[in-house]
């Protein structure tokens, strides 16, 4: 029988300016677990992405990371506490505040090389789906 069973997936994310990039998901509380030449690998909670030292802005502006979190609003706080314009010389914003959509809460925002991610929190009242069995549906 054969196996195809995945063991994970892992994106590799452009960065316009490498370093800004690196130290803009170390501020979010990434870790550098690995590198390799022009490329450095960041997780947090068993999840993970390269960062790599290559940008292609239309590549870039079109990235999309969803990350699934227990508390939206600690990240929120944690984000603000970041101070996005001073930190990172206005490259990373703030695109959305937490708000209620899709059976959920949710923010985004950009990285400093526009990168798009969107946090999702699944509300505790919405019949037991996942984000997962959502996304699925379509």
Not at 26 to 37: K, P, Y
Not at 45 to 55: E, K, N, R, T, V
Not at 108 to 122: E, M, N
Request: net charge negative; charged share 25%; glycine share 8%.
């Amino acid at each position: 029988m054969t196996n195809l069973k995945v063991e994970a997936l892992t994106p590799f994310v452009p960065a316009r300016n490498f370093e800004v990039s690196s130290r803009f998901y170390r501020d979010l509380g990434f870790s550098q677990v690995a590198s390799i030449e022009k490329a450095v690998r960041f997780e947090r909670d068993g999840s993970g992405f390269w960062l790599q030292d290559y940008y292609v802005e239309e590549w870039a502006g079109n990235f999309m990371f969803c990350l699934y979190v227990q508390d939206l609003e600690a990240w929120w706080s944690h984000i603000r506490a970041m101070r996005f314009n001073d930190a990172y010389g206005g490259t990373a914003r703030v695109i959305a505040e937490p708000h209620t959509q899709e059976g959920g809460r949710m923010m985004q925002f950009s990285d400093p090389s526009g990168v798009l991610w969107h946090l999702r929190q699944k509300l505790e009242h919405w019949s037991g789906k996942t984000w997962i069995d959502v996304e699925r549906r379509v």
